[in-house]
């Protein structure tokens, strides 16, 4: 079912009045707590006030889908949950009989969307969870779209960047749980799909976004600065002794780490290879397809340190950081 459905569900108006059993006020009309039969089989139980749905109260449809919760002069607005005729569900906040504010979504197949509403929409801050996969998407939405900033989690990496109509664009990062980063960018290309030769139509084309790995680096973390040593108060400088193998090492190690970055520019495309990560949309229902970001790290590894019968995590934990603390250099290790 989808998450627009509900405006094909219906209420009756105020003038369809069925069959009526509570209370009135002097003037006749409905008013306070009743029980109303509508003309099309649907059924209402709750609180009126002149006339109309006021209050708390549960609508019933007869397709099987059901409101419970709060109305203003007839109209869904307030804190509610719209249960559909699938099974599919909605519980948050409604304005002017829509989805508005914060509320949470679950659909059929599982997914849930939990965030803000705008209009009925999507709209704001919001997570997307991929029950299929384990995955979910947080950040904005527009209009019901995947849009601005973002992250994609996956269950051993994260990509973090910009999306534009469900599409990650422009530069972002890719985070592996092995312990460092693919930096890169996202670049839109159109696709032709078809072409009438015989008439001077415009060829439709598809935009498919395409992963330009640029480096790969260690993970950023967040390091405390430290105060700046003073000099001696004599005015003499104490002359550090120098490491092991010499003082030069850390500086070779970062000009190797720059070599082994400014090497990796034409990596496998993490966003290409794994199209069997892609669920087609089996409803036009507004649940969300998951296409880019599954990768595997396997494939990344063998590519960026150079080891093809080794395991990511194994490289990582028995090469590649034991030998940069030890103070080796890329070239050393390999």
């Given at each position: 079912m989808s998450d627009l459905g509900s405006e094909e569900l219906e209420e009756e108006g105020e003038n369809d009045l069925g069959e009526y059993d509570g209370e009135r006020?002097?003037?006749?009309?409905?008013?306070?707590?009743?029980?109303a039969r509508l003309p099309n089989g649907d059924t209402y139980e709750g609180s009126y006030q002149h006339g109309k749905r006021h209050g708390q109260g549960i609508y019933k449809f007869k397709s099987g889908a059901r409101y419970i919760g709060e109305y203003v002069k007839n109209k869904k607005h307030g804190h509610g949950t719209f249960i559909y005729p699938d099974g599919s569900r909605y519980e948050g906040e409604w304005a002017d009989d829509r989805r508005h504010g914060y509320g949470v979504y679950c659909y059929v197949n599982n997914d849930t969307y939990t965030g803000e509403w705008f209009a009925h929409q999507r709209h704001g801050q919001g997570t997307y969870f991929y029950a299929e996969t384990g995955s979910k998407y947080v950040g904005t939405w527009v209009n019901g779209q995947q849009e601005g900033m973002a992250e994609l989690i996956h269950l051993n990496h994260r990509y973090q960047g910009k999306f534009l109509n469900k599409n990650p664009v422009?530069?972002?990062?890719?985070?592996?749980?092995?312990?460092?980063?693919?930096?890169?960018?996202?670049?839109?290309?159109?696709?032709?799909?078809g072409e009438e030769e015989e008439e001077e139509e415009v060829t439709l084309m598809t935009v498919v976004p395409k992963w330009k790995a640029t480096s790969i680096t260690e993970l950023a973390l967040w390091t405390p600065t430290l105060p700046e040593e003073q000099p001696p108060a004599d005015g003499t400088i104490q002359e550090e002794a120098?490491?092991?193998?010499?003082?030069?090492?850390?500086?070779?190690?970062d000009q190797a780490l720059a070599d082994l970055?400014?090497?990796?520019?034409?990596?496998?495309?993490?966003?290409?290879?794994?199209?069997?990560?892609?669920?087609?949309?089996?409803?036009?229902?507004g649940q969300e397809e998951l296409r880019y970001g599954a990768i595997d790290q396997g494939e990344l590894c063998r590519s960026a340190w150079g080891c093809r019968f080794l395991e990511p995590l194994k490289v990582f934990r028995e090469l590649w950081a034991p030998a940069v603390r030890g103070g080796l250099s890329s070239n050393q290790i390999f």
């Open positions: 006020n002097e003037a006749g009309e409905r008013h306070g707590h009743g029980k422009g530069p972002g990062k890719y985070v592996f749980d092995i312990g460092c980063e693919q930096h890169g960018e996202y670049r839109l290309t159109d696709v032709e799909r120098p490491g092991p193998e010499g003082g030069g090492e850390p500086a070779e190690d970055s400014e090497g990796e520019a034409d990596l496998t495309r993490p966003g290409e290879d794994n199209e069997d990560a892609t669920r087609e949309e089996g409803r036009e229902d």
